[in-house]
């Protein structure tokens, strides 16, 4: 065999194993991340869909008071799905709907893509208006748009892996 080509061949195959490895370390770190972002806004969107509640509370408008979740899902970069469920039991949800997406996963990244990027469940966080249990906000990963973005990033690395091997072998052959 070609000592050339036999040393193209190795460069890819060590080529994708970097790939495979950099790439599912940044997947599980990425999640890990995600997780202790989570229980650091699950507080403050507590603290803000309280402060919300009692504006609304305080407003001379009849009928039943259910807060937007919108405005606080905005102040945070995490792709959250929130849900606020009121003693009474109206329900206010931001972010739960499925998405899309535009280019699928291949078929053989996505099970261990989804086993190495799986962010914590639900959080559930009492809500208090002045002192009384008015109701419960769940806070979990919306995991189709963390998908996503962990396919981009991993897209994103083959390229330069890619690009990588391909300087490497013109190298080679030169």
């Known amino acids: 065999m070609n000592l050339k080509r036999y040393l193209l061949w190795r460069m890819a195959l060590v080529a994708m194993l970097c790939w495979l490895g950099v790439s599912f370390y940044l997947v599980a770190r990425s999640s890990q991340q995600i997780g202790e972002t989570m229980a650091r806004d699950a507080d403050?969107?507590?603290?803000?869909?309280e402060t919300a509640l009692q504006r609304q509370h305080t407003t001379p408008e009849p009928g039943p008071r259910v807060p937007s979740l919108?405005?606080?899902?905005?102040?945070?970069?995490?792709?959250?799905?929130?849900?606020?469920?009121?003693?009474?039991?109206?329900?206010?949800?931001?972010?739960?709907?499925?998405?899309t997406m535009e280019e699928p996963i291949p078929h053989w990244l996505a099970t261990p893509l989804t086993w190495a990027g799986n962010p914590p469940n639900t959080m559930l966080r009492d809500i208090h208006l002045w002192g009384i249990k008015v109701g419960t906000l769940s806070i979990a990963p919306d995991r189709p748009r963390l998908l996503a973005r962990h396919w981009h990033t991993l897209r994103d690395l083959l390229w330069l892996a890619t690009a990588t091997v391909l300087a490497l072998g013109t190298?080679?052959?030169l």
Do not use: K
């Open 44 to 49: 403050q969107m507590q603290e803000l869909l």
């Open 70 to 99: 919108h405005p606080i899902a905005r102040r945070f970069t995490e792709p959250f799905c929130l849900r606020y469920q009121s003693i009474n039991g109206l329900l206010s949800e931001d972010g739960c709907e499925q998405v």
């Open 171 to 173: 190298l080679t052959f």
